[in-house]
T-cell receptor, first 113, second 116 residues
Framework: LAKTTQPISMDSYEGQEVNITCSHN???????ITWYQQFPSQGPRFIIQ???TKVTNEVASLFIPADRKSSTLSLPRVSLSDTAVYYC??????????????FGSGTQLTVLP | DTGVSQNPRHKITKRGQNVTFRCDPI?????LYWYRQTLGQGPEFLTY????????KSRLLSDRFSAERPKGSFSTLEIQRTEQGDSAMYLC??????????????FGSGTRLTVV
């Protein structure tokens, strides 16, 4: 399983765009990149998944460069309610069919007023 | 459907006691997972069921831990002879294999176990 490295914490202000970058230098050809969000006292929530280039949904965008050794989760115009821990995961199956997910310690995003 | 439901939300037990947690997945989901999360860390995989079959177990799942999914619907996780090191949040998740894995798991809110 590819190891991921993320910043431990980030601060932002309401209304700003936030970019969280994850390094996964030994990502394998078949690996997918998935991001989860977790609020205190709740389970993680799937945000977005990608394999290459750019993926966008109603919540976030995921940018993956050609070498796939890193990825960036972009949250547009964050609000206080986006304060959470964000996890970057890499695995050889799509997010919902993986037999197990390997979480790191994640990035604590704090959105300030 | 209200998502993945876990009961109880909190459990305080004395060391050496047995505890059992229940997870009710989303009804049409055929896959069910248990994870454990300690403070400041990401969730760690414990075990995985497809329908009623337990297909994978982590080495974290010692012989004091047992999980069942008797009819392929709800699941229970039992911890026997609890130790203080078992204190953690126990998370259940479910997914449906028919989506091709495109939408990820759905996690419950977890059961927080405190062993005193």
């Amino acid at each position: 399983l590819a190891k991921t490295t993320q910043p431990i914490s980030m601060d932002s202000y309401e209304g700003q765009e936030v970019n969280i970058t994850c390094s996964h230098n030994n990502i394998a050809t078949n690996d997918y990149i998935t991001w989860y969000q977790q609020f205190p006292s709740q389970g993680p929530r799937f945000i977005i998944q990608g394999y290459k280039t750019k993926v966008t949904n109603e919540v976030a965008s995921l940018f993956i460069p050609a070498d796939r050794k890193s990825s960036t989760l972009s949250l547009p115009r964050v609000s206080l309610s986006d304060t959470a821990v964000y996890y970057c995961l890499v695995g050889d199956r799509p997010a919902g069919s993986a037999r197990q997910l390997t979480f790191g310690s994640g990035t604590q995003l704090t959105v300030l007023p | 459907d209200t998502g993945v439901s876990q009961n109880p939300r909190h459990k305080i037990t004395k060391r050496g006691q047995n505890v059992t947690f229940r997870c009710d997945p989303i009804s049409e989901h055929n896959r069910l997972y248990w994870y454990r999360q300690t403070l400041g860390q990401g969730p760690e995989f414990l075990t995985y069921f497809q329908n009623e079959a337990q297909l994978e177990k982590s080495r974290l799942l010692s012989d004091r831990f047992s999980a069942e999914r008797p009819k392929g619907s709800f699941s229970t996780l039992e911890i026997q002879r609890t130790e203080q090191g078992d204190s953690a949040m126990y998370l259940c998740a479910s997914s449906y294999s028919g989506t091709g894995g495109l939408i990820g798991y759905t996690f419950g809110s977890g059961t927080r176990l405190t062993v005193v």
